[in-house]
């Protein structure tokens, strides 16, 4: 992330650095270039980056960065976002990721709207390009889900008592 946010920084784009206060305080990440701002939790940092972002675009990377996008993938997929997420696909790296995307979406464990938010490119001018041509189409029954009434009011009881 470092190398990334720098490259951009020295070429004048504004670079906005979404980062735990645990992070942060207990020096894991290197010194952010541009603005930062610390979040309390990882929760909010993801929600952070979807509110002062236009899109997405992963790196080859591991856990976290895998935990990221199927996060913001998953939020897309209830209409909660519906921002492309672009896997910059450097020799190859995601290609087996992008298999099983496909697989799953042939044998209907996701819809298409979830699988089409992720977009491939293997060079950042063929990312951009594929990122600007990106138009969301939405799963029909996720735009029946309103979430602006906040559903946390009412706790619901979960029944699980067991009927045989």
Not at 9 to 30: C, D, K, M, P, Y
Not at 131 to 160: C, H
């Amino acid at each position: 992330m470092g190398c990334m946010s720098t490259a951009a920084h020295v070429e004048r784009s504004q670079v906005l650095g979404i980062i735990s206060t645990a992070l942060a305080e207990g020096n894991f990440v290197g010194k952010t270039v541009g603005e930062e701002l610390r979040v309390p939790t990882m929760q909010d940092r993801i929600s952070k980056m979807l509110d002062n972002s236009d899109a997405f675009i992963a790196l080859p990377g591991g856990i976290g960065t895998l935990e990221e996008i199927f996060q913001i993938a998953s939020w897309a997929q209830l209409n909660i976002y519906h921002k492309p997420i672009g896997l910059l696909n450097v020799d190859g790296f995601f290609n087996k990721l992008l298999s099983f995307l496909d697989q799953a979406g042939e044998e209907n464990f996701i819809p298409y709207s979830a699988r089409q938010i992720f977009i491939s490119a293997s060079t950042a001018e063929e990312m951009v390009d594929k990122l600007e041509d990106f138009v969301y189409k939405p799963n029909p029954v996720a735009t029946q889900i309103d979430w602006s009434k906040g559903n946390n009011s009412k706790k619901r009881k979960t029944d699980l008592s067991l009927h045989l």
